[in-house]
C-alpha cells in the first residue's frame, strides 16, 4: 500500500486526514509544526520547526528512507542505508497533499515533481495567483477579466516620494483597502474606517520609513466594495477540468459585528441546500465560471511560458457580491481555513478518488455531491490571539467536559503532550454543527461551545444574522 505525504499540521489538514482515513486504507505521515492530537493519533507524524522548503527537503530524505526500509523488511531485503535523492521511486509514495499556501508559494510541489511524486497542489509558477495580489489583479485585466476586479492603483516605493504624491493618488478613492501584495496569513489588509481613522492614519503608514514593505514589495491600493462576500473552492485536474463546492462564508474580524483586526478567519457558515441565503444560482454560476476561466488562463500562460505541467490542486476564489455584480476579492491556491473543513464534513464522494482523479485528469467523469444540511463551523481561539504568542507562558490546558463535543471538533494549533492537550499560538480548534438549516445549527453551536474549557474565546455571531428568529 502507498503512503500519503500530507503538509501541515493545523485544522485543514486535520480535516484532510479525517477523510483520508474514512475513505482509504493508505498510511498517511504528517510533516507538520505541531503536536495536532488527531494528527499524532493517526498519522506518522514529522515535526519541523516551520513549513520551510529547506525543512520539508530535509524531512523528506527520512520519510523516503523509512518507506524504502519497511517495503524491504517486508519483502526480506536487507535494509537500505542512504537514499539516493536524485532518484525517488513513485511506486513508494502515492501522493502529497500541500495544506498552507506557504510552502506553495516556496516551490515544494516543484520539488517533489523532479522526483515524479504527485502533489495536490499548484507548482510555485501557478501560485503566484495566491502568492501576490498584484499579480492577481494584472493577470486578470490582461485575460479580459478585469469587470470582475475593483478600481485599483498598484504602489511602488518609486510611487510614494512624499506626502503630497501619495495624498494625490489616494484622492482618486472613494474608500481605499490597503493590501500588502505577499502572503500575510489572511491578516495583510487594512481598510479605511475600519483599521484606519482617517487619511491622514494611511498617508502616515505608506510613507513611514519604518514601514517595511514599502522598501520590499509592492503595495495594491483598492476601491472599498460593500456586500456580501463568499469564498468558492474549486477541485482542478491536470487536464484543467473543475468541480464545484458548495459556497460559504467566511468571518475574517475577530470579534463580534465584525468588528476587531483581521484573522486568519474566526468561523464559516454553508447553508441548506449547499447556497448561501444572499445568493442565487446566477451568483453561484458567475463564481464558478470566474475560477473556471482563470484556470484556462493559467494554463494557457504556463505554455507560453514554457511550463510542461497544467495547474493541478484546488482553486479558492474569494468574491463579494455587491447588489447584482460579483466581484473577485482574491485568488487562493489551496482550501481555505475554515472553508476547506467545513466542506470535508459535507462532502459525500470518497476524497480519496478525487485525489486521484485531480492528479489522472478525470474529475470530468464524476459528479462529486455534497450533504444539503446547513453547517456552522466556529473557531475557538486563545484569549490574546492574533497578538503574538510565547510558547512558555501562553499555551493553556484544554479540557472536555463530555464525549459528545469530540466528534464536532476539528483539532488546530493545539499540541498534545503528557497526554495533556494544550492550545498554542494560533486558532485553536473548530467546533461544528449540522442542521436542517442555519437556525438549528446556530442553536447547536452556542448551546455545545461551554462544553469546552479553557483560555479561549470565540465569536458569537457566527451565522447570526441569517437565522430567521433573533
Known sequence: MKDIIVVGSGARECSIIKKLKNDCDNFIICIGTNTNPYIVQNTRLILVEKLKLENIKEVVKEVVKEVVNGINE??????????????????????????????????????????????IGPNKFYSQIESSKIFTREFMFLNNLDQYSPKY??????????????????????EIVVKKDGLC?????????????????????????????????????????????????????KNGNLQHCPPAQDNKRLLDNDKGPNTGGMGCVIGENNTLPFLNQNDINVAQNINTEIIKSLNNFGKEN????????IIYGSYIKCGDNIYVIEFNSRFGDPEGPIIMELLENNFYDICKRIINGTLNEIEINFCKKAIIGTY????????????????????????????NLIYGSMELKDNHIYS???????????????????????????????????????????????
Request: aromatic share 14%; glycine share 6%.
Open 380 to 407: 475557538l481561539v486563545p484569549s490574546f490571539y492574533p497578538n503574538k504568542f510565547d510558547i512558555n507562558e501562553d499555551k493553556y490546558d484544554i479540557y472536555f467536559l463530555d464525549k459528545y463535543i469530540n466528534k
Open 74 to 119: 517486508m519483502e526480506g531485503v536487507d535494509k537500505m542505508n542512504s537514499i539516493d535523492l536524485n532518484y525517488i521511486d513513485l511506486n513508494y509514495i502515492d501522493f502529497v497533499i500541500i495544506g498552507p499556501e506557504d510552502p506553495l508559494a516556496e516551490g515544494v510541489v516543484d520539488y517533489f515533481n523532479e522526483f515524479n511524486i504527485d502533489c
Open 153 to 174: 492603483k498598484v504602489l511602488s516605493a518609486e510611487n510614494i516620494k512624499d506626502r503630497i504624491s501619495i495624498s494625490n493618488i489616494i484622492d482618486d478613492f472613494n
Open 306 to 313: 514554457g511550463k510542461k505541467n497544467n495547474y493541478c490542486g
Open 185 to 237: 496569513g489572511g491578516k495583510g489588509v487594512k481598510i479605511e474606517n475600519i483599521d484606519y481613522y482617517s487619511r491622514e492614519d494611511i498617508i502616515d503608514e505608506l510613507t513611514d520609513p519604518n514601514y517595511s514593505e514599502i522598501n520590499s514589495e509592492k503595495i495594491l491600493l483598492e476601491e472599498r466594495l460593500y456586500g456580501e462576500e463568499f469564498s468558492l473552492i474549486s477541485f482542478v485536474d
Open 424 to 470: 498554542l499560538g494560533s486558532r485553536t480548534m473548530i467546533l461544528f454543527e449540522l442542521g436542517k438549516d442555519l437556525n438549528e445549527c446556530y442553536l447547536k453551536i452556542y448551546k455545545n461551545i461551554n462544553r469546552i474549557v479553557g483560555n479561549l474565546t470565540y465569536r458569537g455571531d457566527i451565522g447570526f444574522k441569517f437565522i430567521k428568529y433573533h
